[in-house]
């Protein structure tokens, strides 16, 4: 069988990227422990409000961990409990959350900090906030006909300007 110069050169160049790419991925994988970040904490989600946190939703001050604050968090359809969200300027928050139903989002419009609610499952966030403000918390998982009025707002306030 004859195959032309070109054609094996670039079946050369195929299979060392492929391989090199593989190789890339074992590495992120296995040595550096790179894993999607959901489905590590489980739970029953017919029993969510029974089970802490998420017996009592809503902002709490916590001591002698590595965030100042967690916001606990449940969805479902079509809502959060709690409605509202409010933390001071410069804390660092570890957002807790998970859904009673469906699979529903929490994305925070305008930073990186976006979640997949899944019945079940918890989704932990920590995250340090460092800008004051008003941020759109919206659900950006299709969850059924309320899901565009599925929203929640994070208000961001500076604990040393004078109200
Ligand atoms: Cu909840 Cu879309």
Redesign the pocket.
Known sequence: MHIHKYEKYWLVFGVATLVAFLIILGIGAFHQGSHPNSNKKTIDYEKVKEIAPFTNPGVHKVEGKDWDYEVVIL?S??FYNPPEIEVPLGSKVKFIATSEDVI??FEIAGTNINMMLEPGYISEYVAEINQTGEFLIV??????TG?TL?HSMLKVVDPNESK
């Open positions: 969805a359809a079509f529903h989002g659900c950006n998982e299709y969850c059924g899901h599925m």
